[in-house]
Each structure stands twice: as C-alpha cells, then as structure tokens.
C-alpha cells in the first residue's frame, strides 16, 4: 500500500481550505508530528485520526482513501456535495433543506 497517496490527498485538501499543519493539527485534534508524518507519506492514519482529519477537512473518509476503496461515489452527486460543504454554515443548512424538501417531494 503506497501512504504518500493519502497524504497527499491531506495535503491538497488542507491546502484547498487554507489552512497549515499548525491549524489542522488544531482543528483535528492530532499533534502537528502525526499530520507531518501523515503528508509526506511516512504513516498512514489509522481509523480514529482519519476520521477526525476527514472531519477537520469536511470530506469524506472515502475521499482521503479513494485508491483503497472499491465504491467510491462518484459522479454529480460527489461533485455537487464538495461545493456544498464549502459553503459557510448558513447557505449549506439553507440549501440542505432545500435538498430535503426536494427529495420528500420526489418520493
């Protein structure tokens, strides 16, 4: 199993939310050396510390392993909830429950 692949996934997506090892490291409630080692591909994170990095970044877990996970979601759906979780709290809650309202209507 290559580690350097995740870690590079970490780092783009930490990158992507302008944020440093520093604030990761905070924000995930990992120690600065475990995202180090995590980036440049020396460990791969076990479930807990992916979980929380995957948290920190507001991606999926699926996302930060795609090369080592068969069903990855793919397609417009994956696309369309990346750009929603970018979004501040207010718009993804509101566009959320336009979402919900939308499907209840579908069924």
């Known amino acids: 199993m290559e580690y350097s692949q ?9 990158l992507e939310k302008n944020m440093t090892q ?3 490291a905070e924000k995930s409630g990992l120690s ?3 995202i180090y080692s995590y980036e ?11 979980i929380q990095l995957s948290n920190a970044l507001n991606i999926s877990t699926d ?13 417009k759906t994956g696309g369309i909830m990346d750009r929603v979780d970018s979004l501040p709290k207010p718009e993804k809650d ?4 336009i979402m919900d309202a939308l499907v209840t209507a579908a069924k």
Do not use: F, H, W
């Open 32 to 34: 600065e050396a475990a």
């Open 22 to 24: 520093v604030m990761l």
């Open 63 to 75: 996302t930060l392993l795609c090369d080592y996970v068969n069903n990855v979601s793919s397609g």
């Open 94 to 97: 509101r566009i959320l429950r």
């Open 6 to 14: 995740v870690g590079k996934r970490i780092r783009q997506y930490r």
């Open 40 to 50: 440049t591909g020396k460990r791969l994170p076990a479930l807990e510390p992916l």
